[in-house]
């Protein structure tokens, strides 16, 4: 692992440069390892995310609904 000492804006330029590297199959197997990280993050009981207050769509993949046919 690596660390990195910039500003935001370098480090997320740095971020983009090397993910648009990758090739399309290694890019979506990144976003896909990502969003399976951040769905497996612990989460508070009863807590909700900002843009339900709002009424925004968001999908809920912790719902069976989903799932279900």
Do not use: C
């Amino acid at each position: 692992m690596k660390v990195y000492f910039a500003t935001k804006e370098e480090n997320n330029q740095r971020r983009q440069e090397e993910f648009l590297k990758l090739s399309p199959d290694e890019r979506l197997e990144s976003f896909l390892r990502d969003a399976s990280l951040n769905a497996a993050l612990p989460q508070k009981e009863g807590a909700s995310h900002p843009n339900d207050k709002k009424g925004n769509f968001v999908i809920d993949l912790t719902d069976k609904k989903y799932w279900e046919e």
